[in-house]
């Protein structure tokens, strides 16, 4: 059986994210934008009504609602507000996944209560300067001795790189071999040989601190590998399938947003004497937005209802990703032309959205790598 509407219980953490962003973002969405400061003030208050904890099970002090449906309902709303701000939100549990996914009993004990108390940054550090849409081919290495690994490399375009409490750091075991020798381990902010290099500069989600991490001799605990050595890829690319949704529900919000302000400004502009909304023109570009918007959420939430029946989501999280990213980026883009020449200003928010959009198609997998992904199945006869 197929129904579309919400559970009472998702209903309300949707309401609670959106009066949050509606309150809490939205005023403060270009002063972020415009400081490249990370958000502290309004990621302490979601920290407070619970929009960084729902997600983890109550035995690690969690609101237990550990499904990837609801996380899509959170993250649209947030992204909605802005989409910088949602990811330095929501991206404090990108860490999370994995452990949640590969930790043994022990480092979920550890670990995961520390993502339900306040602000807690986690980072998933897989990216290298080298290797970006070829993970497999990443350089870190990770050298066992004794009880101990060393970890050496460079890790880029890190969300929360060189400021996280806590980091998922991505090395091999065995350089030379690809995904085989990939190994996921966790690793404390303050240890040693770990540190922040080169803070980015953004085109959009300026609101979210992008870095290189540094690893020189850092040494990780035989304890804190996650999963098996050779296992780190899998994990990696399992977490996406939790993820990826998420992303997909996130560039939903950014479009919507953009989408009811070009709405609500065709009504109202007046051109040739009448509302531009009157031109077919205009009403095409908004039917087309209205529509991409609605394929793009059922794509998501199909994806992560996936995921929450325990099914291979593989394929439809990067169908998910790949279409709410490239419809965003259109809609966000139509937005500003619906605008005309007001759109283009920072006055109005619209360019904003534009610019934030772009990185929806690059981060957790370029379009062009989900249709890789996609395509790969497609031909192995999976779907
Ligand atoms: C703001 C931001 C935040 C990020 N956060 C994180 C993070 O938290 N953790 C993390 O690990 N990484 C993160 N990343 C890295 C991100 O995942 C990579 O930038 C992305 O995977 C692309 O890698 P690349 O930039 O090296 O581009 P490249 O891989 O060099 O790609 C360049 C171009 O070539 C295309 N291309 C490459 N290979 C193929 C192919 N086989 N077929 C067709 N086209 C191809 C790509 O689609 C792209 O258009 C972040 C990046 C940014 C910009």
């Not at 109202?268 to 959420?297: H, N, S, W, Y």
């Amino acid at each position: 059986m197929i129904d579309f509407r919400l559970t009472e219980e998702q209903e309300r953490i949707r309401r609670l994210a959106h009066e949050f962003a509606e309150r809490e973002i939205r005023p403060v969405a270009a002063h972020y934008d415009e400081t490249e400061e990370m958000p502290w003030p309004v990621m302490e208050k979601a920290a407070r009504v619970g929009l960084t904890s729902f997600q983890y099970p109550e035995e690690y002090g969690g609101g237990g609602m550990t499904s990837a449906l609801v996380a899509c309902l959170v993250a649209e709303e947030l992204a909605w507000g802005c989409l910088g701000i949602a990811t330095a939100i929501a991206g404090a549990g990108l860490a999370a996944v994995p452990i949640m996914l590969a930790g043994t009993p022990e480092q979920k004990a550890r670990y995961l209560p520390r993502f339900c108390n306040g602000v807690y940054l986690g980072s998933f550090a897989l990216t290298e300067p080298e290797a970006g849409s070829d993970a497999a081919s990443l350089r870190t290495t990770a050298v066992r001795q004794g009880d101990r690994y060393i970890l050496n490399g460079q890790k880029r375009f890190i969300t929360h790189g060189g400021i996280a409490d806590l980091y998922v750091i991505f090395a091999t075991v065995a350089p030379g071999t690809g995904h085989r020798g990939i190994t996921a381990f966790i690793v404390e902010k303050g240890t040693p040989g770990l540190s922040a290099g080169k803070k980015e500069k953004k085109m959009g989600m300026r609101a979210s601190h992008t870095g290189d991490v540094i690893l020189e001799d850092v040494e990780v605990p035989v304890e804190n590998r996650l999963g098996e050595e050779g296992q780190g890829f899998y994990i990696a690319m399992q977490s996406f399938e939790h993820t990826r949704p998420m992303v997909a529900a996130m560039a939903v919000g950014v479009a919507r947003a953009a989408y009811e302000y070009a709405l609500q400004y065709a009504r109202e502009r007046v051109q040739f004497g009448k509302p531009i909304i009157t031109k077919q023109a205009i009403r095409f570009l908004l039917a087309d937005m209205a529509t991409e918007i609605d394929a793009a959420r059922l794509l998501a939430w199909r994806a992560a209802w996936m995921v929450d029946q325990g099914m291979p989501a593989n394929v439809t999280a990067s169908m998910a990703k790949a279409f709410a990213a490239d419809a965003a980026m259109r809609i966000t883009t139509d937005a500003v032309q619906i605008l005309g020449g007001y759109g283009y200003m920072r006055e109005y928010p619209v360019e904003k959205w534009m610019r934030d959009a772009k990185i929806l198609q690059i981060v957790e997998g370029t379009s062009q790598i989900q249709r890789v992904v996609i395509s790969q199945m497609l031909a192995m006869g999976m779907e």
